[in-house]
Every structure is written in C-alpha cells, then in structure tokens.
C-alpha cells in the first residue's frame, strides 16, 4: 500500500527497455546526439510549435531554471501560497535567480485567486525600486493538493499576465495527470492560454529520471544553455534522458499512465468518502487525494503497511482540523494496483 | 510641510559639526582607527555588555548583513507579513543571504503573532530538505506601520525564537524613537528580552549616513568582517561614520531628537483625530501616522504644498478603505516644526 | 573512431542490466531506500572509513557542492590554472559557492606546483578582509592532461593545507583511472595521503549518469543534505543512481573498465609516438591522450571518420605549437575496441 | 608620514563645507533631489555627453555594480593578473554577479598585455558552455602599482572589446591622477577611446564618501536601479553625497588636488631614487611608489613613524626581491605635505 509519492514507483518497463537499448555504442554527449534532436522534434509535435526543450535532471531544476530564464534584479515572481516552489524546493527558485522572491498569493483549492494576484501585484509600483519588480507568474498544473485549474480560470490568469508583460510558467510536475483529467491537449493547456513556459515532468508519471523545460517563445530561453550548464544540470549521456522521453510520449504511453494514477486516485477518493474513519479534506480531481482522520488511525494504518505522510494543511483550511486530527496525503502512480487501493480502504473500514 | 518620510531631513547641526571636525588630518582607513575604537566603546556602554558593533552605509545593509551573519542553505527567516525586509528592500535579504526566504506571518497591527508564528514555524520539520530549514525570526521596532511591540510581546516572541534555536533580529531602523515611546534602555529592549541583533538605525534620526550593525554575542558575527566587505560596507574612511555616531550618542542626543519626532507625530495625529475629512487608520504611537482620506483631497493637499506618499495597506486592513480612498504615510522627523503640523491640520480642515 | 570523450560511451551491460533489475516495485525516494543505504556502506568498505557520501547528477555537481560544503565569504580556492573547475564548468563552482573565488595556481603537467601554491596562498595574511581568505585547495586525479599525481606529490599539497587549516578536494571524475595506472587503493590515494573530499565519478567509466561526493570526515558534509536539495540534486529516484554503483563497484567491474581505458589511451599514444605526423604534446598516463598535428591534417581524419576535438594549450605549454598547427585531445573509454585504435594509427599515417 | 594609503587623508576643507551647508532643510531622497540632478547634469558637462550617473558608497561597489550592469550567466570578466577587482575586494565582484569569474590577464607594469588578452579570450568559443561565455574587460587607470595606461594603449584593449562585443570597465578609483599625469581630459581618456563604463573614485582624492558609477551609453544601465538598490547601495540622503561631487567638481578642485598628490608622489619617488637604503620597484607616474628595502630597514623606518604597508609583489616582478627585502608601497594624498616627504627621506637616508 505504497501512497507515499508517485515517486516510490520505480519505471514502467517499455520506459526501462528502451533506456537498455541506448546502452550501446558512441553518441555525441552533452545534448548533441541525434537522439536529442528526433526528441526535441517530437516536443515541437506535441505542442503543435516550435519550441525551446531542455532536458535536466529534477523538477525543482526544472522550475528554478524556468524563473531563471526570466530573472530580473529585485524580481518577484507570484504564486500560490503553498506552490511546491515555496513548500517545497529548500529555496532553489531564490538560490538559481540569486535572490528573487516567491510573493504568496491566496486562492481557495490551490489556486491563483486572480482577484487576490491583482491586489499583490498592485503593491508593485512601475520602476519602484524599494519593492522590487514583478518577474513572473507561476501556477501548477496539477496543483499540489490534487486539484485543477480550468482553462477559464488559466486565461484568467494569464490574461492578467499579459497586461502586466510577465511570463505566465506552470509547474507541471503532474502535466499528463492534469491533461487526461480535464481532456485537453499540451497545446490547449499551454500556450492556447497564455501559458509562456512549462516544466514537463515525466519522472513521476513512469520515467526514472527525465524532466524537459519547455519554452514556447525560444527567445525567451536565449540564456538557457549557459544557464542549465552553470546549475550543473547538462548531463554528459543526455541520451539516457532523451531515451526515457522517447518512449515516454510514444504512442500516448504517458497519457496512459497519467490516467491509471488518476483512476486509482478516483477510486480511493471514493473509498474514503465512503469511510466512517476518515473524511475527505477537499474534492481532488487526479491522483493526489487528502483525507482527515484522527491521528491514532493514521498511526494504526501506517503500522498495518500504509505508507502515507502528513501534509501542511493549505492556510485557508486551518479550520478544517479537530486538534486530534491530521491532514494526509495520499498519491497514486501508474504503478498502483486496484488491490492495493482495496486493501487500504478495507484496513480503514 | 514635509511628511514624506524622516530622511527628507538633513542632519543635525550638532552631528554636521562633529562630522566637520573630523576632516583634517590622517586617520586608520577601514575602521581601524582610534575613533572607531572609541565609538565602539559607546556601544558597549549603551547595551550595557560587550557587543560586536559593524558600521554600515544603509538601514537596508544593515538588515541584509544581519541575515547574511545567521545564514543557512535553504534557510527561511519569519517576519511579519509587511517588514521592511519583504516590502522595502528590493529583495536585498535574499540576495545577501543567496536566496534564503523571508517567510511572511500575519498579525495586527504590524506585529508578528506569536501564535501564527509557531503555526507557520511548524511546517518546517527538523531535517527535512523539502521546506528548507529556519535560520532566524526578525521583527521591526519601532514597526512599518508606527506602532510598537511592548516589551511582554517580544517576550513571548524570544521565547519561541529560544525554544526553536533561532536567532532573533530586530530591525531598529527607529530604534530610538522605539526607545522614548517605550521609556525603556537598550538593554531592555534588547537582550534583555532575548534579542539577538539589532539593526541600529541613526540616519533617520539625524545623521546624514550612519547605521550600526549590533550583535550581543560578538560569536554570531566571526563572519562579518568579510560579509561586509564582499557585500562593498567596508566604508575606507569609517570615521565619517564613526563620529556621526559619537555626537548622535553624546548626552543623549539621539533620544532628545527621537523625542521630538514622536511628539510631533502625536501632533500630527491628534490634529487629524479631530479633522471632517480624514481618519486615522489606525492609532500609531511614534513619528510615522497613518490616515485614510478621499484620492481627491490628498491630492488637493499636496497641491497645497504637502509632502507625503499613499501606502500599501496592510494585508489585514484591506477591507478599512472605500473605493474612492487612499491610505496615506505621513512622517515626523528631529527636524519637523510644530508650525508645519499646524499648518496641515489647518489646510485638512 | 571515437575519441571525442569518455562520455561518447553509453553503458556498460552490466550496469544497465542491473539498472533494469530496480524498475519494478516501490522504494523509498530521496535517497531513503534500503539500497541507497547498501551502497553507501560500500563507500565504506571501498575507503576503508566511515565516510559521508551524496549521490549527484554530474561531474560539476560534485565538484561544485564540495566548494559549498566549505564555503566561506570572501572564500578563495587554489586549484591549477588549467583545472576543469575553472576551464569546463561555466562557473557552476563560484555559483554554488555565492561568488567564491577559483585561484589559479600555476605548474607543468597540469599538477600545481606546491611552491607556487605557497606563493599563492600568502598573498592572503589571515584576517585581511581585501583580499578574501583561503578556503580549500582542489587537485583533478587523474589531471586534465592524462597526467598522474603521485602519492608524495598528493602528499606534499595536503601538508601544506593542513598547515593552512585547508580542506583538500579531489576531482576524481576519472578517479578509477589514476587508481589502476597508480595500482593505489581508494584510501591509499585519498584520505591516507590528506585528500578530506572526492568527487567520485562513475558517468564516464561505464554509468549512465552516477556521480558520489564523498566526505573522509562527514562532519564537513553537515549542511550538504539542504545544500544538495537547493541545488536541485537531489533526485527523487535515486535507486536509479544508487543501482549503478552497486553494479560499478562489484567485482571490481569499476577497475577493469579504467583498465581498459588506460590500455587503449597507451595503445594509442604509442601508435601516435611512431607517428611521421603527429607528435605527442606531453607523455600522458591514463585514458587521455594529447598530440599535436597540423590542422589540415587534423581536419583530413575528421573527415575520415576520427572523432576528436582541439585542446586549449596550458599556458605553461602555449609555446609547442607552431602557427599552422593544432592541439588535439584524444579520449578512450571503458567502450573503445582496439580495432578503432589501430584504424586510427593506420589512417594518421 | 602618512603613506599608509591615500584614504588615510581626511576631507578637503572646501567639500566639508560644502557638506555642511546640505545639513538643513528638507530634500527629496534616494537620488530624487534636486542637487542630485544638477550634479548629474555636470557629470555630462564633464563628460561632454549625455552618460547615466549612479551614486554609491564605496569604490568595490561601483567596480561590481558596474559588472552586475553587464552580467551574463556563466560570464568572464578579463582583467589584470593584479587588479584591484582580483586581489582587493574580497571576492564582491563575483558575488555581486553571482560567480561571473575574473580571469587574469598577465601583463607588465600593471598593464593588460593586448595579446594576452587575445590569447585568453580565444579560450572561449563563442557559444561553448562549458567555458563559460566572456562578458567584460576591466581596466584599472591609474594602475593599481602607480603606472598608466597610454591613450593608444587603452585604444587596443577597447579595439578588442569592440571586436569581441564586450564592455570596457575603467576602474577609476584614481581617475583623476590619471588625468592630470597624462594631461587628458575625461572625454578624452574614456569614451572617446571606446571606454563603456568609468568607476568615477573622490572618496581617495579628498571626498568623505563619494563614488560615482558612470556609464556612457545610459541603455546600458536600464537594471542599475534596481541591482543598486537590492546592492544596499541606495542612499536615503543621497544629497550628502552629491552636495561633495557639487564641490569637487566645481573650479577644478578636483584636478589640483590631483596635481598635488601626483606631485607629492614623484617628490618622494625622486627622493627613493636616490636612496642608498632603498630601491624603486619600478617607474610609477602618480601618487602610489613602490619600493624595495631590506626588511629590517623597513621596520625600523615604522618605528620611526612612517606608516606604510608592505606588498604582494605583482607575478612578473617575483624575482626583483632578495630574500631579506620586502616591497613596499607608499601613497600620497590631496592632503600630503611636502615636509612628512622630506622627513621621510630623510630617515631613510
């Protein structure tokens, strides 16, 4: 009963067979094998444009290097209160952009409440150097507890965006989750909206180890490669990662992944709303479920195999808590099996 | 009539005297010589122990160096939600701490909760790499918004700041007039209570250039020497600021004049207490007060000849303006006369 | 005819089989897992010592957070002048390290020499701020030329950092290399010699992507678990690192792939020695081989098929080459056949 | 006799004056006053163009705000093997720019060799990311040992620079020394001879604290603003430093207090020449003479009360020492007098 992250999965097999095949012979290291360019090539498809991809090694690299790409002296960039890119990372997105702040913007589940956006970033006078200078606008898609951003509401937020000439970046550590769940296309969730750069996360969702940065405007990545070297994120075998991406997006393998999690996520969202012993925290909507017992039962489940953690409960739902209870998230993967599922919710009763 | 903040003020005849003083002759170059000493000797009597005292060129220097003293990596510093340091220093902090974060807790009146404060410090796990790791809480008195913590408050602050091994900063940039308002020593307000470091501001008070970096247990500073000069506040010809300090400190100069704005700031505020077309948003008990008025006639003042600035309200307090009102700042200095105040209340009407 | 890097190799079958045995099942990520655990006590038994060690993602990485686990402001690390810190890295070292400077040392053969390291490092008196202050000293082992240090060459720089209270890094991404030519155990080229930190690299000696910083004291590693996660290092995967060096270190396969690799470098530098057109730049040691040719001629075996690439000559060698010539660097691997040395030899002429 | 440095100096008597006067009244702050523009407006009187003017504290941090200006990821800064920048200001300059790298350029009397610099440059191939990417050259006028750069000399490097498209930084911490020993004028010694950036010093040359950052194509400095104020360099009063350029430049002061430490300078070089205890270290041409003595002698004459300082030789002049001799600088100032020359001489006999 492994719930702890999508990442306790280890690689789906056709991910780990083609990554065998790259094992042998010569190629050009550093991104500039032939490999790179057929992968790179299969983004452009994907997005329905020419884009700018970069491979690198982490999420949190991925995202860092995002605002790293858009730096400005004093920049703030605006997210959602509890964004993995303030919860989450140790403070990468301010190390790789030397500095810049992360400006928490309230929102109910998850999300960017534009209206609050507007109100921070009001508190930003044009050329006022004692605040500092709006830089960017980052949302994640799907957000850290499991819910979604509709299309609206991302034009909502880029439209702002636009008239404030920030680029609009989603963290998209769980992209695939998110598009199978809403039934859009990369290029409908992305750029049709406004969306500027995304970071394309594979690793959770059946890879080892393979994460892109996608820039949909290449100009806007102009600095990247030195960048990326600099963070000690260029990888000598790159095709290992190239590899894992190529038969990640072949023949829709990661949207089929993508949907088994968000079916197992469904399916034990069902259990434990149907639970005596828990209550479901908020309605997720992919494979990240949260669910509020007492904290003895979360003790007890643990010890009858569980594994699950404790989350930080979302500051608009500190009220939610009996001083008993504790928040817990629970994550599904393309590697969890129905019995599994089964087995917690019965141990749960 | 000039409201716009108290570094629209010269300096005090007394400091410019001394400072002149000082131009002939050779000297140590970078604080190296008998008057630095001196000086620093000052300091040991005021805070009543040894501390390790560092001139600096600016208030925001002085903040960003203290943070760099106590740095960590992935290191978070709790203030409150509108400090100095996240509103007013261009992200100064982070750089010079290469990116540790300043972690905003809500509170009235400027003032940090204590109860906030440990909710927001335990979503940080001891040795958990994800949310980065606390390096020390930082509080501003006299606060961003003229009012002041009394001495209990801190208290309950320094205790968290103690149980959690945190360092505790205070931004002093109106430490004196903290100091008057308070009728407390430095001591008192200080170590005394458990504070750490003080950002000992003097430019607002009547300097032309002078703030001091104080660290009670000169341990925490073995570092400073070189952050200050990797960060350019090794000034070479550190008696200029060196004996700012010794006449700001002479015969209680400092708080005389840290008296006067605080009276005049409590006559600028009765006077609008009392005036049909503005309020006080709320009571401030320093040099600086807060009042909401109509845009219309704010600007109709400053076309008055009025100097003051529109303020970002207070996270806490958005809901006290109207639509067609601003917030506005007005600040008293040393250097502020009663006829000026009078002026502007008789021009409020 | 490849001989462009180490890292034109992909994978020993070895160790991508073993990678593939880890696909399946559930594991505890962020370096967590029972294997992370089996492979670090490796580490031990291969140095002898209870050591801190960190899986990374890249030959900079580890060499890059070495510096900032022994940062300091105004930091200065002595390292040769043509070392791969300061020629190959694109300042990912001074990055990591917030601006930390790389000294360069001068000395034949791509070895520091410990009298100009003594010149060096007294150009910084203890406590002058203007200059900055040591911080480490760092030797590549094997050099960036294909030379050896030999243990009382290792041994007379560690004497003079201990004298200096310096810790002393080891860029050892070609570690297995200098080992096997210097027929030395892991602890007889380290820690028994003074070397305290290794950059232990594993990428271009038959991994895909594996590189260990190793701590000989692990109380200089105590912030490294928050500065690698900054650094965005830390892989959430990390069996996936962790399952190639458990396959690398077994049975010796490590060693006898460096073996292999120097054999090919000497069968081809004896090849190139017999040359009429080419003549060896220095006697090199190990896998990297250094000769010198006219650039026609150079550019005739590209086109033939020969991968390599033109070197920056050491400036202590800049006066080798004649105008119309060309340095060239030749690298083999754990993966070059002898049939591809001797075409090479025989095409060269 | 003060030759300890020429910040030993206090302030000239007129620019303390000046400084008094600026004690009263109130004045818009941070750089928004009206003194502030006046003396911008001379600055492009003197520069004979329009240029874009920063104020800031101290001479290290207009050198690295002046780098921060032009900063690329991954970038190298070419500069003297004994630049100030290198070897004086505690690692700032890469800090300030986040580890943008300093290479050192040898070169004779302080000098960049133009081919060398040639030389060092052709180590980065544009785009190559592992090198890193070159970003500016610096050059230091008057030279950091007392020489000069002829106009034709600084036309080579600046014709490279224009080449290379990099930025040329003159770091002019005793620019006016320059100007007067070679008989140029401003325009004349910078832009005119394809100079970008000046660091305009006169905190050394009579000022209390006084540093202007001077940049001939204002577009160039669209972010200094901003990298100003998040450097902590952003003075409230700024009146207080523009009301001492007000002074120093006004009627030339500037220059005859030049004049007058260049005098007093090669007074007391003469004086040296013909020393039979001493002997110069080479030609200097301003205020700043180098010495050789035998360490004992050296002592004695600081017994005697000449304050001086000894040292590091520059690279290219390790042998003119014997083993008992010592290299010694010695600085004269707007505020040296002729008779601590002549007693100086003297006692060294």
């Known amino acids: 009963m492994f719930f702890g ?20 012979g010569f190629s050009a290291p550093y ?3 032939e490999l790179d360019r057929q992968v790179e090539q299969k983004f452009n498809e994907l997005f329905e444009r020419e884009v700018a991809v970069f491979f690198v090694g982490t999420g949190t690299a991925a995202n860092a290097l995002a605002l790293a790409a858009v730096n400005r002296p004093g920049g703030v960039t605006f997210c959602h209160r509890e964004a993995h890119l303030i919860e989450d990372e140790c403070g990468a997105p301010e190390f790789f952009t030397h500095g810049a702040r992360l400006a928490p913007v309230d929102g109910e589940d998850g999300k960017i409440d534009p209206h609050n956006l507007m109100t921070e970033i009001k508190r930003f006078p044009p050329g006022f150097v004692h605040t500092g200078q709006p830089m960017a606008i980052s949302i994640t898609q799907a957000t850290e507890i499991g819910t979604l951003y509709r299309p609206e509401e991302i034009l909502a937020i880029a439209s702002i965006a636009k008239d404030k000439q920030l680029p609009l970046h989603m963290d998209g550590a769980r992209f695939a989750n998110a598009l199978v769940a809403l039934n859009c296309s990369p290029a409908e969730l992305s750029w049709k909206l406004g969306v500027d750069i995304v970071s394309f996360g594979a690793t959770k969702n059946g890879c080892w180890c393979a994460e892109a940065l996608v820039f949909m405007q ?24 190239a590899s894992q991406f190529d038969a990640y997006l072949t023949d829709d393998l990661w949207l089929s992944l993508a949907r088994h999690a968000n079916d197992m996520g469904q399916r034990l969202q069902n259990g434990i709303r149907s639970s005596r012993h828990a209550r479901l925290a908020w309605e997720a909507e992919t494979n990240e479920v949260f669910c509020i017992m007492e904290t003895d039962r979360a003790e007890s489940l643990q010890e009858q195999g569980a594994i699950f953690y404790p989350w930080n409960p979302p500051h608009s739902k500190l009220a939610l808590l009996e001083e008993n209870e504790v928040l817990l998230r629970l994550v599904t993967s393309f590697a969890t099996q129905e019995a599994q599922v089964d087995q917690f919710i019965d141990i749960l009763g």
């Open 5 to 24: 992250s999508d990442n306790w999965a280890g690689a789906h097999p056709v991910i780990a067979r083609r990554l065998s095949e790259e094992a042998d």
């Open 31 to 33: 991104g500039a094998s």
């Open 218 to 241: 290449p100009d806007m990545a102009k600095d990247l490669p030195f960048i990326r070297k600099r963070a000690a994120q260029l990888f000598s075998k790159t095709r290992f990662i």
